[in-house]
């Protein structure tokens, strides 16, 4: 069901992250580093977390020169269709 898991979309010069009811915007100019994370719940303290940790496969960590956003995900290849949208 497309509430429960993580949509990502490229709009204009913007990352569109939507989760539930919340919708985060991020300039693609911004994004410094996208990269998976090995650790359960990521190793930035300080970082936006979007979706469900619990049995996700796959933690992509998105780096911005403003914060750091770890997203839990199922969805495969969400790591590189993010790469694609800011290359």
């Given at each position: 069901?497309?509430?429960?898991?993580?949509?990502?979309?490229?709009?204009?010069?913007?990352?569109?992250?939507?989760?539930?009811?919340?919708?985060?915007?991020?300039?693609?100019?911004?994004?410094?580093?996208?990269?998976?994370?090995?650790?359960?719940?990521g190793k930035d303290k300080s970082a936006i977390r979007i979706g469900?940790?619990?049995?996700?496969?796959?933690?992509?960590?998105?780096?911005?020169?403003?914060?750091?956003?770890?997203?839990?995900?199922?969805?495969?290849?969400?790591?590189?269709?993010?790469?694609?949208y800011v290359a």
């Amino acid at each position: 069901m497309q509430l429960f898991e993580i949509n990502v979309t490229k709009k204009n010069n913007s990352l569109i992250i939507k989760w539930q009811l919340s919708k985060i915007e991020i300039l693609l100019s911004d994004i410094t580093e996208v990269h998976y994370d090995n650790t359960y719940g990521g190793k930035d303290k300080s970082a936006i977390r979007i979706g469900n940790p619990y049995a996700s496969t796959d933690t992509v960590v998105i780096n911005t020169k403003k914060g750091n956003y770890v997203l839990f995900t199922n969805i495969g290849g969400m790591k590189e269709k993010i790469e694609s949208y800011v290359a």
